[in-house]
């Protein structure tokens, strides 16, 4: 017997809440705490409360050059690993919070990465990185994840950076803000470290060559630790040469919930994906739409629709897994519904804490190494069009919502047919057309019992449910690309379907008909696609000998890096075409919380 999808949004993360403050409930109870009062509330969510930490390739980049990066959500009372929000945000602000940036990093496990360009007409000076989940914004923004990168503006004026090194030396001593000192938060001395032991397979090594690196993770005792870690190697010039104990990010502060007097969170953790909610509300009266069934679609040749409900607030949620950015449509299932307006929530944090970067002060001993790195960009971005483009990583194929048709008909197979009504009739099989009320219906017949359904079936034009069916009927056969029938009767969450037909343009974007304007139809950018470092095979002399300049100032970024339960991994990159120093550095946790950090020297001659 076939067996729908059943998908319920809104009850998944009630039942989930339920699970999690049942334990909480009985707890409260027993020990005679008034359940909901601002103390025991607090306390409640305390358990559950995220902190995150971010890790970039480097510290000092030019503009115009990308930042890759990694977070990784943790527990804040353990300072372990957890697997609770999906989603983390990601912001790149400017001395006045104003986000230069803004990324949604979809987190797999614990960890997620992603990478931004620094904008071309940014002046000089420190940026700050925040990362922060819809679940920590129930906590002030003082304890979000708040990291300082330099940036330096080539073009602008750079000489008012460089400082003498004995008045950096005075500065390191007072701790005065710079990119030396880029991470912000409370420094705990935390006695359970990993040791990461590094080692080259050679003292030196020429350009384009093959460099092997061994990574030796260990415990206080010698033992050898499992664990995941990130690795980047770049130029020394551009990277903190100031790693000793790694600070604790400023996400993991003490503070308060912000809605302790409340009974519930403001803010949902993201559980299965990234959450697009808001509320819906008649444009005339300004009642919201109270318990009813809305959909979310995708405009595509894939259709993916997702069906929940209003409640008593007019409020929504819908459960995002897809990245990238795709047009979506938002509208009652009830056709009758009409004069709405659907206000979907901001997900980035308007509010912000008062961390400041501090001004960049860059050593005069440095000035070399800037100036090779502006160089270095410059060469590489001239080169770049002629270059192998930084790969996306491959995600899973998505398949129509409904699963595997009965029937899939191509319009290329058959004659030029002028309208659909002519192809539904002459050759979509078990569909027919129904004049009622003066008006042409569709049916579908139920292939389990070979009679016509009662009810209308679901019909979708390019993902997207369409309830005008005279509007549909109309469309120009030419611009079909494909249909596809389900004979069955389809139950997704609460929402029964006599059938499902969909039909699929050649375009996949709703051009082939008169949309309507009232309904809520916008481009939304979910998760970031993911991307994957461009790292150059020069393992053959033809590859060897390309006449491409490669003068990258980041040779090596990996965030996905494991060591097995010896403790040991071994990581494989090709040097550029350049002669430099280039600084080791790896970060890594283990699953019990412990983490360690260790750099080492390459050098290319």
């Not at 950096?168 to 007072?174: C, G, I, L, P, R």
């Not at 048709?405 to 659909?420: H, T, V």
């Amino acid at each position: 017997m076939y067996k729908p999808e059943v998908n319920s949004k809104v009850k998944t993360y009630i039942s989930l809440y339920v699970l999690h403050f049942i334990a909480l409930v009985v707890t409260l109870t027993l020990t005679n705490l008034e359940l909901f009062s601002r103390n025991s509330y607090a306390a409640s969510m305390e358990p559950y409360k995220e902190s995150i930490i971010l890790n970039t390739d480097r510290d000092i980049y030019i503009t115009g050059e990308n930042v890759w990066f990694e977070v990784i959500t943790i527990n804040a009372a353990t300072k372990a690993p957890v697997s609770l929000s999906k989603v983390v945000y990601v912001e790149f602000l400017d001395k006045n919070n104003f986000p230069l940036k803004q990324l949604k990093v979809s987190v797999e496990g614990c960890s997620g990465s992603s990478v931004f360009s620094i904008p071309e007409n940014l002046v000089s000076g420190n940026y700050v990185i925040r990362a922060y989940t819809n679940w920590m914004r129930n906590w002030p923004a003082d304890l979000y994840c708040h990291q300082t990168i330099s940036v330096i503006n080539p073009f602008g004026d750079i000489e008012s950076l460089f400082l003498q090194t004995s008045y950096m030396q005075a500065v390191s001593k007072n701790d005065s803000p710079g990119f030396v000192n880029n991470i912000s938060g409370v420094k705990e001395v935390n006695t359970a470290k990993i040791n990461y032991q590094i080692k080259l397979n050679k003292a030196e090594f020429t350009s384009k060559e093959k460099v092997v690196i061994q990574i030796t993770a260990t415990d206080n005792t010698g033992a050898p630790v499992e664990s995941d870690l990130s690795i980047s190697v770049a130029k020394t010039g551009i990277v903190n040469t100031k790693i000793g104990e790694e600070p604790d990010s400023a996400s993991l502060r003490e503070g308060s919930i912000i809605n302790s007097g409340k009974n519930a969170p403001d803010f949902l953790p993201e559980l299965e994906g990234h959450l697009v909610y808001g509320n819906i509300k008649m444009k005339e009266s300004g009642e919201p739409l109270k318990n009813s069934g809305l959909s979310l679609s995708f405009v595509g040749k894939v259709a993916r629709c997702q069906f929940s409900g209003t409640n008593d607030k007019g409020e929504f949620y819908f459960v995002v897994r897809e990245p990238g950015i795709s047009e979506i449509v938002i509208q009652p299932i009830n056709p009758d519904f009409t004069g709405y307006y659907v206000d979907l929530k901001q997900p980035f944090n308007s509010s912000f804490s008062n961390f400041q970067p501090g001004a960049l002060l860059v050593d005069s001993s440095n000035i070399d190494a800037i100036n090779n790195a502006v160089i270095s960009m410059q060469i590489n971005n001239l080169y770049e069009p002629f270059r192998q483009k930084t790969p996306e990583i491959q995600n899973r194929v998505i398949p129509d919502f409904f699963g595997k048709p009965e029937n899939s008909i191509l319009m290329s197979d058959y004659i030029e047919l002028s309208s659909l009504r002519e192809v539904v009739k002459e050759i979509i099989p078990n569909v027919y057309t129904l004049k009622q009320n003066g008006k042409y219906e569709l049916k579908l017949i139920n292939k389990l019992k070979s009679l016509p359904f009662e009810n209308k079936p679901l019909v979708l034009i390019d993902g997207v449910p369409i309830y005008d069916f005279e509007k549909v009927l109309i469309i120009n056969s030419k611009e079909i690309e494909k249909a596809d029938i389900l004979n069955k009767r389809y139950f997704f969450s609460e929402n029964v379907f006599d059938g499902i037909l969909s039909f699929i343009t050649k375009k996949g974007n709703l051009s082939a008909m008169e949309f309507d304007n009232t309904i809520f139809r916008q481009v939304y950018e979910a998760c970031q696609t993911g991307k994957v470092f461009y790292s150059p095979d020069y393992s053959t002399d033809r590859l060897k000998e390309s006449r491409i300049p490669d003068y990258r100032n980041t040779l090596y970024w990996n965030p996905d890096i494991h060591t097995t339960k010896d403790g040991k991994v071994y990581v494989e990159l090709f040097t550029s075409d350049e002669t430099s120093e280039y600084t080791i550095v790896v970060k890594g946790m283990a699953e019990d919380g412990k983490t360690g950090i260790s750099t080492a020297t390459l050098i290319v001659r």
